[in-house]
Structure formats: structure tokens, C-alpha cells
């Protein structure tokens, strides 16, 4: 959970950003809303990805606070700290998966993604999410406590939604693109939810 507007956040988000080609690690950059009152409202954030945070904050009983990252939906901690993202990463890396979702293929038609995949596994109490994302966004800060400087951002998540309808075996879906979406330099991520704990149990991305 990152801002443009936050003077914090640039360290973490080079950080993700060297997480973003690494395999079996998918990272995603949700942009809150709450900063843009300092004078430089984010082109990424959203309400909805803030109350995400708020939610996760609950769960973890911790503060809101950016750059904050969670890690398989189980942990919580500074987005700009190295040692203890990877220490974190590693443990969770290490853990046998019970259930496995697959992207088979992202298509897009006009203004439209159809999407195939795959789900084996457990997936009872179960909440798929669904997030398209910008693998790179630069852009120029001109206000604000960044006022000045240029931001690069990674794997930013620009569309996110709950897929309602899903099982075993293979499955489809489609998606409206946002606005002006450039396919070449986007991605989509599925990932399986545990709806009691936020445990991620399964996750792939696959690019246009």
C-alpha cells in the first residue's frame, strides 16, 4: 500500500519493483486515496484499495500507514525493509501449497479481457480476486511532499474486483480494460483468498 503523494514511499516502491521478475513471487501496488489531500492526488488510488488496507489492518491488529506490505495476506511490516520482506518471503515460499490456479489465457477484443483458468485443489471458504495491473507507470510529481521528482511504479494495480462464480477445473471470466489501457504493458493476476484468515492460497499472472 503505496501513495504518490507519500515522501516515504519511492524506497519501497523501487523494492517491489525488483520483486516484480522474480518467479513465484507476484506483488501487487495498491495506491491509497487518504494522501491526496497534501496537494497531489495520485492518478492510481482508489478508495476501495484504502479500505483494503483498513481491512487487512483489522485483521493484523496493527496501524494504517504507507509504504505498508502484506505479505500472503498473514503478515505486515515497512514495504522499504529488505531483509525482513525477504525473510518473510522465504518462509512462505517454503510452505506446501494445497490448491493451485493456472492462467491459461488473457485475450483481449476492443474494450474487453476474456480469461481462461484453471483451479485443482481446496478452495472451500474460498474468495477469488481478480487484479489487472500496469507492470511500470513513471510519472512526474508535481506536487505535494514528491514535488519535483519522477515516480516509477510497478505492478500498479489499476482494476480490482471479487469473481463470484468459480470451481474446480477450468473457468473463464470477463473484463471491462480501463480507459486507454496499453495491453503490451499490463498483466493479470488471479489469486485464491481464504475468507476467514486472508491467507493467499494460490496466485498466477500472465501478461496480454
Not at 495498491?30 to 488510488?45: A, C, E, M
Not at 482508489?46 to 500472503?72: C, F, G, M
Not at 480469461?115 to 510519472?139: C, D, H, P, Q, Y
Request: glycine share 6%.
Amino acid at each position: 500500500f503505496t501513495s504518490q503523494g507519500c515522501s516515504s514511499c519511492p524506497p519501497a516502491d523501487r523494492l517491489l519493483g525488483t520483486y516484480a521478475s522474480k518467479e513465484n513471487v507476484i506483488p501487487l501496488s495498491f495506491h491509497v486515496d487518504y494522501w491526496n489531500r497534501l496537494g497531489w492526488k495520485d492518478p492510481f488510488s482508489a478508495k476501495d484499495y484504502s479500505e483494503r488496507q483498513y481491512h487487512y489492518a483489522e485483521a493484523l491488529h496493527t496501524n494504517v500507514y504507507t509504504p505498508q506490505l502484506v505479505i500472503n495476506g498473514q503478515a505486515e511490516m515497512i514495504g522499504s525493509d529488505p531483509e525482513k520482506i525477504a525473510a518473510t518471503i522465504q518462509k512462505v515460499l517454503a510452505q506446501e501449497p494445497e490448491t493451485a490456479i493456472v492462467i491459461k489465457k488473457a485475450q483481449v477484443t476492443d474494450s474487453t479481457a476474456g480469461i481462461t483458468f484453471t483451479i485443482e485443489g481446496t478452495i472451500a471458504n474460498s474468495a477469488l480476486r481478480l487484479a489487472l495491473v500496469e507492470k511500470k507507470a513513471t510519472t512526474r510529481i508535481n506536487a505535494g511532499e514528491n514535488r519535483g521528482i519522477t515516480l516509477d511504479n510497478y505492478n500498479v494495480v489499476r482494476k480490482f474486483s471479487t469473481i463470484n462464480k468459480f470451481g474446480s477445473g477450468t473457468n473463464s471470466v470477463e473484463i471491462v480494460l480501463p480507459a486507454a489501457t496499453d495491453v503490451k504493458n499490463a498483466s493479470v493476476i488471479l489469486f485464491l483468498q481464504d475468507k476467514t484468515n486472508n491467507k493467499i492460497t494460490a496466485a498466477d499472472q500472465l501478461g496480454f
